[in-house]
């Protein structure tokens, strides 16, 4: 064991800041499936689109000012700006003309609805953008690498995986968290996630809350895609992905858990690196027995409470 | 002050509520009696516009309000207490009495001045202000309720089922409370949901009795 670990330190180094980044995605792209969940009771299966949205949007913007030689920073604005773009347009647009129609009508219509709408959403995406690769990278290689130590080795890693990642993912949680305690807003919107018909009595729009949160949840998604084009190169499918993986991290979290996500996030993050370096033909597997392991000690997830009667 | 003429409600297909009228006058203290399953809940859930009405008409004030939307109810000066108390779990009790006056946007005095009204009727309340409404017992929550229901409830109070599951000594403080609210604030109607008669009959003017989604009028 010890003399396996002294010939793969490196590996477990890269793993492990691999991991962290992917991380970082994940949480952004789960907590909005979890938020909009919480609110609007539908598992939104689109959630992926608008990550790949957001993710081709950010990468045209950005190849589009580089174009016209504007500085480098503007590169940064460009992933927000994206992101809100996709977000603010296609979050009321969805929720007004799809969603609205959906509201407490069984899961079974539900997800075939949102499922429709995902596979639309794949089309608009290669008439769009084609089926062709695309990348921008340039947000990646402006802030250069860092020189992680790691034992006796040292790591080169992109600072933006290092920093930005990590950073705005923390950021999302502490602002998110700050935002429904502390916010007039943000209590509504935990009120409705509570208890709708109770919320409705003390006066609150629940179809405004709606609105406001599957904009917001769209938004976070749209930004985590925008924030991980830069790591990769978009190809058609890449959302398909992304809301399979957010899945299994909300349900191992336990739906409504930010704090949740945010861990459980880490642990199928890590976990899948670990195995793209380590056993790389466990790659697509390691999340899944991750959740399945969990599901199995605690079916609620890791931080769910057993739900009490609603109604 | 309230009233329903005329109301037939279906749920899921099955009328659970049939050509139902009631009044409750302003400042009226009034009961609505009856068994498990006869209607009350839907009853109060009706007058708060949580559910559709197929026939007949909600008056407000003397205005039809059939159509109004729930989340205006607290707009005219109605207050809510369901059945099961219905907080919400991770406010503490001070952010569950607020939560409706802030969505209304009262002025922050006003608030304070409405909390401060509440603190003087239910004394309990202010010392269970800082607690997480989660980890209260039945009977202190039935009393965060019938409190939230009093920040808005400026006009009318709908309390549903209040003594149901209270211990006979909880029961008689609530049951205390009441009076003290009638007196301190006599312009608002109560209007309470009960299946024993007998418990209410020294709190109210009227009583209806419902039963299988019919009411008849019974002094």
Excluded at chain 2, 61 to 86: F, K, S, V
Excluded at chain 2, 97 to 125: C, H, I, K, N, S
Aim: neutral net charge; aromatic residues 6%.
């Amino acid at each position: 064991m010890a003399e396996w670990l002294g010939q793969n330190t490196l590996l477990l180094g890269l793993a492990l800041l691999d991991g962290l980044a992917y991380a970082a995605l994940v949480f952004m792209v789960a907590v909005g499936l979890n938020l909009v969940f919480g609110v609007l009771r539908i598992i939104n299966i689109a959630h992926g689109s608008l990550f790949a949205i957001g993710g081709y949007a950010a990468a045209s913007l950005g190849l589009f000012l580089a174009a016209h030689g504007l500085p480098g920073w503007i590169q940064y604005v460009a992933l927000v700006l994206a992101a809100a773009l996709v977000g603010g347009i296609l979050g009321p647009v969805i929720e007004r003309l799809v969603l609205r129609r959906i509201y407490g009508h069984e899961q079974v219509l539900q997800l075939l609805v949102t499922f429709a709408l995902f596979m639309i959403l794949e089309d608009v995406q290669k008439l769009v953008w084609g089926v062709q690769p695309v990348t921008n990278d340039a947000p990646l290689r402006l802030l250069g690498t860092v020189d992680v130590p790691f034992g006796e080795d040292v790591i080169p890693f992109t600072a933006y995986q290092l920093f930005v990642l990590p950073g705005v993912a923390l950021a999302t949680l502490g602002g998110l968290a700050w935002f429904l305690r502390r916010t007039l807003t943000g209590r509504i919107i935990v009120a409705v996630t509570t208890d709708r018909e109770a919320a409705t009595a003390m006066g609150i729009d629940a179809r405004r809350v709606f609105l406001l949160t599957f904009t917001f949840g769209a938004g976070l998604a749209a930004l985590g895609g925008a924030l991980a084009s830069p790591t990769t190169t978009l190809v058609p499918g890449i959302g398909a992905s992304t809301i399979v993986l957010s899945f299994a991290v909300v349900a191992t979290a336990g739906l409504g858990q930010i704090e949740g996500a945010a861990i459980s996030s880490l642990l199928i993050g890590i976990g899948r690196s670990a195995a793209v370096y380590l056993a790389p033909e466990f790659e697509v597997v390691v999340p899944y027995l991750i959740m399945v392991a969990v599901l199995l000690v605690r079916p609620q997830g890791l931080f769910g409470v057993v739900e009490t009667r609603r109604v | 002050m309230l009233e329903l003429a005329g109301v037939t409600v279906e749920i899921a297909g099955v009328s659970v509520l049939r050509a139902v009228s009631l009044h409750v006058p302003a400042g009226g203290r009034v009961a609505l009696i009856g068994r498990n399953g006869a209607g009350k809940t839907t009853t109060l859930r009706t007058l708060m516009g949580l559910l559709p009405c197929r026939a007949g008409r909600v008056l407000i004030g003397g205005e039809d309000e059939t159509h109004l939307p729930a989340h205006h109810r607290p707009r005219h000066g109605i207050g809510y207490a369901p059945e099961d108390r219905r907080l919400f779990g991770s406010f503490t009790v001070r952010e569950n009495l607020l939560l409706p006056v802030q969505v209304l946007g009262l002025p922050a005095a006003e608030q304070a001045r409405r909390l401060d009204a509440v603190f003087t009727l239910l004394p309990e309340l202010a010392e269970l202000a800082p607690r997480r409404a989660a980890g209260l017992s039945g009977g202190q929550g039935k009393m965060v309720a019938l409190g939230r229901a009093l920040m808005v409830g400026t006009r009318a109070v709908l309390l549903d089922e209040p003594f149901q599951g209270l211990a006979p000594a909880l029961a008689l403080r609530y049951a205390e409370a009441l009076s003290r609210l009638h007196h301190a604030l006599p312009e608002v109607a109560i209007l309470i949901t009960e299946s024993n008669p007998e418990l209410l009959r020294p709190l109210v003017e009227r009583t209806f009795v419902i039963e299988r989604g019919e009411i008849a009028p019974a002094g």
